[in-house]
C-alpha cells in the first residue's frame, strides 16, 4: 500500500452513471450523500476492487478487521480517501454485550472490505476526484448512462402482523410498568424470496432516486448485500478525534404544504412523549461513547431539533466529545455497538427483553454501516430504512421506540410509514 497521492479531478459524471458502470462488480462499496444540501451531505464515496475483504460471525472478527488497516496516515485533501469500507451487523452487538440470542441468524456480523482506491463525488461544485494510493490510472466512465431494470414486484411478510404488534407493544408497556425498563426499541422484519437474476445495483439506483437520504449506501459483496437509504448517523470521528453521535427519536409524516409541514414539524416538537423518549437515548448515547472519551469532553450542543428528510420529520440531537488517547475507531464502534436509538434504556436491559418479544433475528438492521479512512477518520450510520439481500431472501426491519404512554395502534402506523418507501419499490 502506498501513501496519498494528490487526487486527480476527473470530468463531472453523476453517482448514478458510475453505479451503472459498475453494476457487475463482485465487491462494491458506496457513502452515499443525498437530500438537501449541507455540510453533512456534500460528499458522496464509491469504491470497488478491494484489495483484502472480511466476511465474518466470529468475535475475533474485530482483530481482523483492524489487521486489515494499514499504519495511520496523514489526512488528505478529500474526506476520504481509501480505507475500510463495512458493516456490524445487530448480531454483533448482541455478541459484544455478550446477550445470547433465541434466534437463528445467518447474515454475517462483520462484512467490510479494504479499498485503495475512491471516486469521491461533490456535491456542492459538482466536481469528481479519483484518489489511489496503488497509482492505479483513473477508470473510464461512461458519458451516457444505462437505464436500471425495474425492480421486481415482490410479496413482502411480516413476522408480525397487527393484532401481534400490538400484543407487542403491550408486553413492552409491561415491562416499564415493572420497572424493568424506561424505553424499548421494538421491530419487525418483512421477508421475501430472492428472485433469479436480481440485478442488485440497479436495485439500489431505484432507491436512492426515490428515497434520498443523508446517510445512505450501497455494500455489495457476494452472498450479502445491503442498500441503504439510512437518515441516521451513528457516529463521526475526525483524524484529530473528535466524536459526534445524532440520535434520532421522534418521527412526523410530511404534509402536503409548506405550512402544513410547519405545523407538523411545531406539533413534534413540542410532543412531551417523542421529546423524553429522544432525551433518554441522548443520554444514553452520552454513556456509551463517554466509554471512549476524554474526561469532561463529552457535550451535548443540540438537543430535541426537528429536522426534515425525504419522507419524514424527525426530532435529531447531537452529542459530541473527544477520543482518548491510545484509542481509535474500531474501540469506539466497539463501545457502542449497537446503536443506542434502536436498542432502549437501559440498554442492556432492553436487548434481552427485544429478544423475547420479536419474532426473528434483526441481522444487519440496527447495526452500523462504517467507513475508516487511512488517517484514522469514522463515519458511520445507523442500518435503518434499509433492505438486506441473501443468498434466498429479502430482508426490511423497520419498528419504533416504545415508552409506557405510546398507543400501540399509532405505533402500528408509524412503523407501517417507515417501511412503506422501500416496499412500494416491489409494489408499483
Known amino acids: 500500500m502506498g501513501t496519498p497521492c494528490a487526487p486527480v479531478e476527473l470530468p463531472w459524471r453523476s453517482p448514478d452513471a458510475c453505479l451503472a458502470a459498475w453494476h457487475d462488480e463482485p465487491w462494491l462499496a458506496m457513502l452515499d450523500s443525498g437530500g438537501p444540501l449541507s455540510g453533512r451531505t456534500r460528499w458522496s464515496v464509491l469504491c470497488r476492487r478491494p484489495v483484502a475483504t472480511l466476511v465474518t460471525c466470529e468475535e475475533s472478527g474485530w482483530d481482523a478487521l483492524r489487521a486489515l488497516l494499514p499504519p495511520r496516515q496523514a489526512e488528505g485533501a478529500l474526506p476520504f480517501q481509501g480505507g475500510l469500507v463495512g458493516m456490524a451487523s445487530y448480531g454483533a452487538g448482541l455478541k459484544l454485550e455478550k446477550i445470547p440470542s433465541a434466534h437463528a441468524d445467518d447474515t454475517p456480523h462483520l462484512v467490510a472490505g479494504l479499498f485503495a482506491d475512491a471516486l469521491v463525488f461533490d456535491r456542492q461544485d459538482k466536481r469528481l476526484y479519483w484518489s489511489s494510493l496503488t497509482n492505479r490510472p483513473p477508470p473510464e466512465l461512461p458519458s451516457c448512462t444505462r437505464r436500471p431494470a425495474?425492480?421486481?414486484v415482490l410479496p413482502f411478510r411480516p413476522d408480525l402482523d397487527a393484532t401481534q404488534w400490538i400484543r407487542a407493544v403491550d408486553s413492552v408497556r409491561d415491562y416499564i410498568a415493572a420497572g424493568d425498563l424506561f424505553q424499548a426499541n421494538l421491530t419487525v422484519r418483512f421477508h421475501a424470496s430472492r428472485p433469479a437474476g436480481l440485478a442488485v445495483v440497479d436495485l439500489y439506483r431505484a432507491l436512492r432516486k426515490s428515497m434520498a437520504a443523508p446517510f445512505g449506501g450501497l455494500l455489495k459483496s457476494p452472498g450479502f448485500s445491503l442498500l441503504s437509504g439510512s437518515v441516521e448517523r451513528f457516529l463521526s470521528m475526525d483524524a484529530q478525534g473528535r466524536i459526534e453521535t445524532r440520535p434520532i427519536k421522534g418521527t412526523a409524516p410530511l404534509g402536503p404544504s409548506e405550512a402544513e409541514n410547519r405545523a407538523i414539524a411545531l406539533a413534534l416538537a413540542g410532543d412531551e412523549k417523542e421529546y423524553a423518549e429522544n432525551l433518554m437515548i441522548t443520554d444514553l448515547m452520552r454513556n456509551d461513547i463517554g466509554r471512549v472519551s476524554q474526561l469532561g469532553s463529552v457535550t451535548v450542543p443540540e438537543l430535541c431539533q426537528v429536522e426534515r428528510f425525504a419522507?419524514?420529520?424527525h426530532l435529531v440531537s447531537c452529542v459530541r466529545s473527544i477520543i482518548r488517547p491510545g484509542l481509535d475507531a474500531i474501540d469506539l464502534l466497539r463501545a457502542t455497538l449497537p446503536p443506542g436509538s434502536v436498542t432502549g434504556a437501559p440498554k442492556h436491559r432492553a436487548m434481552q427483553i427485544i429478544d423475547t418479544i420479536e419474532r426473528s433475528a434483526r441481522g444487519a438492521y440496527c447495526g452500523s454501516f462504517f467507513r475508516i479512512g487511512f488517517d484514522g477518520a469514522l463515519d458511520s450510520s445507523v442500518i435503518i430504512r434499509?433492505?438486506?439481500i441473501l443468498k434466498d431472501r429479502l430482508?426490511?426491519?423497520?419498528?419504533?421506540?416504545?415508552?409506557y404512554p405510546s398507543d400501540p395502534a399509532r405505533?402500528?402506523?408509524?412503523m407501517r410509514l417507515k417501511a412503506a418507501p422501500l416496499l412500494s419499490l416491489f409494489d408499483p
Do not use: N
Request: charged share 20%; glycine share 18%.
Open 386 to 388: 434499509t433492505l438486506a
Open 311 to 313: 419522507h419524514w420529520h
Open 411 to 414: 405505533e402500528y402506523e408509524e
Open 150 to 152: 425495474a425492480p421486481p
Open 395 to 403: 430482508e426490511i426491519g423497520t419498528g419504533g421506540g416504545i415508552t
